[in-house]
Every structure is written in structure tokens, then in C-alpha cells.
């Protein structure tokens, strides 16, 4: 009875505090209830989220030179009123992470067209031809990180961990060094990255990589609480999430601000300790980068080119990779049409890693969402028994050896299964994505679908990949308009298919590698 009533004062002092105007901090050793108790009351009258009804006002003590960790992919689920009110303040000089920079006029291409960039640590340049033409002039630092190592490297700057051990990027610039970070403008390097440590374990190497912490973080959220918990909406949770949690003072802004009690306690996506500062939009563009939605029954097919005809060989050959029960991952282009042609007897779980298990097919018009997109910033569906995730989550799937088939292109693949595929130096860079991430994990079949030769007929299947390397050995097949070859790390190249009206000469002369010929050599198939 003694110990009721001590626990019953407790809790009128804890309701006594919440109310009133100061912050009190109230510890409790209840040793008088048992001495073999350790148990400790804390109470806080006020909460540490502050709310806004300016976002410039919430961002105004930004100082020149800060690094801001800002959230979203693609266009999808970034700050887009804060980064606004960062074109008010006119800050400069900054360090911005983020997977991407959003397109030429919006997102963080704003920032990047005022030059209050300095610096850019990102895996993916994408479309936005103001973010790749200011790296390869040597206006602007740029860091390429895989995208699975950059959720992870925020990850652990929130959770207080300085590093961790990656296979991702393993004999790639990633690990060697050397990547450029700046340019100088006769096209030199004046900045490179530095090499990676390596540790082997278990009989695999793996390369350190040191944790991100940023001064402020810029996350979009779906809604707010009042006691500043937040929850997203669909795939607009990404990168938002992680960063939330490894930044000094997090700032959000919300679509709505709701009653406590609102969100179940389960539901709660980031709890408000590590919230600071909450903004409710006044108003949301949420434009869409690539919008696509399903062809109606009315309309017509265009008529085939050659070109869409050598793709459409690739993609039925390439269908025929899935099997039942399959976890697969899809990359832009050929290998996420090749979803089209899955069989309908079989059950495939398409996975994305901006943060979807269970990705469906294109919407309808009416069905169309900004906040449910692909990795390729297509607009989406999703199938019933679907989920969605944060980037780190996506890729702790991905690195963790998830998923069974991954099938991305090409612009070289090696003799030994090297692959090539996110940058051509001092001319085109798109960044490599998370495709290192994909082709690490030992226990993931790696397929590459491309065309088998580049423009002028130049040879894409080569003895050693004279571009930068995605992957070391990590190809298990490669499917063209002509071949499929089987790769193994130690025998090399095996060619298995072939279609048909062609020999196997004739794929000698088109592929720059040698390779064995199998003794079961079929006609290549088709779904």
C-alpha cells in the first residue's frame, strides 16, 4: 500500500508538471519502496519539438559552411519548403547530403543554380544536367557514395556508431581511392577520394566506411502529433527517416499537425526525441518527375522500331530468370520490363530500393500518386501484402543477402564478371546508385541485360573493363539481343544461348572476350 502511494504522487507530480510553463526535471530513487529496486522517474514538463508556422523562420540560423542532411528521392518526399526558405536566407557555402539533387529548377537544383553548394555528397546525379555539368567543370564538390553505404553511413552517425565494415565498393575507386571529387578546369583532378581500410572476414574482404552526422537536417514527413512524433506517407519515408536521427537539430516539415493520441503508439515512424523543430506547410508542389501511368485499352501500340525490337528479345529471354517465390530486384530500363512478362503461375515479390516490397504495375491515370514511386522515379502501384521502408531498411535487405536475383545494365562487363556501369571520367556521370550495393551481396544471382555492343559497334563483353568498376566478379549471366553466357569467376565466360540465324563464330566476332562454348549450346529462348 506504502508503494502505491508513492507511485500514485509520482504520477500526480508527472501530470502537475506537463502543464505548467516551466521545465522541470524530476528523479526518483524509490529505495524506500525495495531496496533491490532500481527503478527511476524522469518528468519534463515541456517538449523538446518547437513548432513554426514560417519555415524560413525555422531555418534562419543555418549558418554559411553548415552540412544539412536533407531527405527525399527524387522529387519524392523532399523539404520542398524549406529548401525554399533556404534561397531567402541565402546561405552559403554548404555540405549537402542527400541521395540526389532533385531536378534543374526544383528541390536542391535550386540551391545548386544559386551556387550555395559547395559541396555534394550523393549517389546519384541523374537527370539534373546543372549538378553534372557544375562536377565536371569544377564548380562543385562532389562525393558519390553507393546509395545502401550512404543510408548506412547515416544510420550509424544517429545510432553514435564512427564506422562500420561494407563488401560494397570493394575493388572499385570506392575502395582504391581516387574518385574524383573535384575537377579543375582543364579537366584534372585538384580532389580525390581517399583510399578505403580493408578488413577480411570470414574470407571476404570488406572496406570501412566512416559514419555522416550533419548541423541540421531537412526531412519531409506526412504528419505531426503535438508532442512532436511524426509519421510518412509511402515511399516519401526514404532517406527521411535515417536522418532524422544524425543530425544536431532536425527540422520537419509536415503536411498536417494533429491532437496527441491521433497515431497509435505502434505507428509512430520517429518518436520526438529526435525532433526539434516542426513546420506545417503552408503549400505543396509535390511535382512529379517521371509520371507514368498504364496504357489504356483504347490506345493504339506504336509501331516497332528496330531498336524497340532487339529490346523486347532481351526483355522476354530475361523474363525467363524468375522463379516462383523469388525476392528480385529491378533496375531502370530493360530489367524492369522484363516484370511484364512474368508468368502468371509464378509469384515474384518485386523489391525497390527507395523503400517498397511488393511493387506493382504502372497506375491509371486517376490512381496516380507523388508519394509512390520506383527506384526509377516512375510512379507506381503496389500489391496487396505490400510494405514500405526506409532507404537504410531497403538496403539492410539488399546487403544482407535478401534478395535472390538483382538484374541491372551494363556499359562493360569483363571476362570474369567485373561490371561497369555508372560513369565514364571526365565526360558523363550519373553516379553509381545502389547498384554496388546490389552486386555485393554473395548470396544474390547478378544478371546483366544490354545491348551486346555499344554505338560503332565497340565491344561491351571485354577481357577487362576499361571504365570504372561497379563490381569486382560479381556478374552471373549476361543476356544480350544475341547471347546469354553464363560468367564464373575463375573459368570465365560460357556461352550458352544463342539466337537464332547466328554461330557461335559469329558471336566471337562481336564479343571482345574469349569464351568456352557450351557443350549444350540451345537456341536463345523466349517467354
Same mark, same amino acid.
Given at each position: ?29 524509490? @529505495? ?13 514538463? #515541456? ?99 553507393? #546509395? ?26 570506392? @575502395? ?22 580493408? *578488413? ?45 536521427? %544524425? ?32 513546420? #506545417? ?13 498504364? *496504357? ?14 532487339? *529490346? ?38 518485386? #523489391? ?17 500518386? %507523388? ?14 501484402? %505490400? ?11 539488399? *546487403? ?34 545502389? %547498384? ?15 545491348? @551486346? ?5 565497340? @565491344? ?68
Amino acid at each position: 500500500m506504502a508503494a502505491l502511494k508513492v507511485l500514485h504522487r509520482v504520477d500526480h507530480l508527472f501530470f502537475k508538471n506537463l502543464s505548467g510553463p516551466c521545465r522541470t526535471k524530476l528523479n526518483f530513487a524509490t @529505495h524506500s519502496l525495495n531496496k533491490s529496486c532500481g527503478c527511476y522517474f524522469s518528468t519534463s514538463s #515541456q517538449r523538446n519539438s518547437r513548432f513554426y508556422s514560417d519555415p524560413t523562420e525555422a531555418v534562419k540560423d543555418i549558418p554559411n559552411g553548415a552540412t544539412i542532411l536533407v531527405g527525399g528521392f527524387g522529387l519524392c518526399g523532399i523539404p520542398e519548403n524549406l529548401i525554399n526558405s533556404l534561397l531567402t536566407t541565402g546561405v552559403k557555402g554548404l555540405t549537402a547530403v542527400s541521395n540526389n539533387a532533385g531536378v534543374d529548377n526544383f528541390g536542391l537544383g535550386l540551391l545548386l543554380q544559386t551556387k550555395q553548394i559547395k559541396r555534394m555528397i550523393s549517389s546519384y546525379v541523374g537527370e539534373n544536367a546543372e549538378f553534372e555539368r557544375q562536377y565536371l567543370t569544377g564548380e562543385l564538390e562532389v562525393e558519390l557514395t553507393p #546509395q545502401g553505404t550512404l543510408a548506412e553511413r547515416i544510420r550509424a552517425g544517429g545510432a553514435g556508431v564512427p564506422a562500420f565494415f561494407t563488401a560494397t565498393g570493394y575493388g572499385t575507386l570506392i @575502395h582504391e581511392g581516387g574518385s574524383p571529387i573535384k575537377y579543375n578546369k582543364d579537366g584534372t583532378i585538384a580532389i580525390a577520394s581517399e583510399q578505403r581500410e580493408v *578488413r577480411e572476414f570470414n574470407g571476404r574482404n570488406y572496406i570501412m566506411e566512416k559514419a555522416i552526422t550533419g548541423d541540421f537536417a531537412l526531412i519531409k514527413a506526412w504528419k505531426a502529433d503535438k508532442a512532436g512524433n511524426i509519421v510518412f506517407r509511402k515511399t516519401a519515408r526514404n532517406f527521411n527517416q535515417p536522418m532524422c536521427k %544524425a543530425a544536431k537539430t532536425t527540422i520537419v516539415e509536415v503536411e498536417e499537425v494533429v491532437d496527441v493520441g491521433t497515431f497509435a503508439e505502434e505507428d509512430i515512424h520517429i518518436p520526438s526525441i529526435y525532433v526539434q523543430r516542426i513546420v #506545417q506547410g503552408g503549400s505543396y508542389e509535390k511535382r512529379i518527375e517521371k509520371r507514368t501511368v498504364k *496504357r489504356s485499352q483504347e490506345e493504339k501500340p506504336k509501331p516497332k522500331k528496330d531498336s524497340d525490337i532487339v *529490346r523486347e528479345r532481351i526483355i522476354r529471354r530475361a523474363a525467363l530468370e524468375f522463379e516462383d517465390g523469388m525476392y528480385a530486384n529491378l533496375g531502370i530500363g530493360i530489367p524492369m520490363l522484363a516484370s511484364n512478362f512474368i508468368k502468371s503461375d509464378i509469384t515474384v515479390h518485386l #523489391q525497390s530500393e527507395n523503400g517498397i516490397l511488393g511493387l506493382g504495375p504502372y497506375p491509371a491515370e486517376g490512381a496516380v500518386d %507523388a508519394d509512390l514511386i520506383n527506384a526509377g522515379k516512375e510512379t507506381v502501384t503496389v500489391l496487396p501484402g %505490400a510494405a514500405y521502408f526506409s532507404s537504410d531498411e531497403s538496403f539492410a535487405m539488399i *546487403r544482407g543477402g535478401h534478395i535472390n536475383l538483382t538484374m541491372l545494365g551494363a556499359m562493360q562487363v569483363s571476362k570474369y564478371g567485373d561490371l561497369a556501369n555508372w560513369m565514364i571520367p571526365g565526360k558523363m556521370v550519373k553516379g553509381m546508385g545502389g %547498384a554496388m550495393d546490389l552486386v555485393a551481396s554473395a548470396g544474390t544471382k547478378v544478371v546483366v541485360t544490354m545491348e @551486346h555492343s555499344a554505338k560503332g559497334g565497340k @565491344h561491351k563483353i571485354l577481357e577487362k573493363c576499361n571504365l570504372p568498376l561497379t563490381g569486382k566478379q560479381c556478374v552471373d549471366r549476361i543476356i544480350t539481343e544475341k547471347a546469354v553466357f553464363d560468367v564464373d569467376k575463375i573459368k570465365g565466360l560460357t556461352l550458352i544461348e544463342v539466337w537464332e540465324g547466328l554461330t557461335p563464330e559469329d558471336i566471337k566476332v562481336c564479343t571482345g572476350a574469349e569464351f568456352e562454348v557450351s557443350p549444350n549450346l540451345k537456341p536463345m529462348q523466349q517467354i
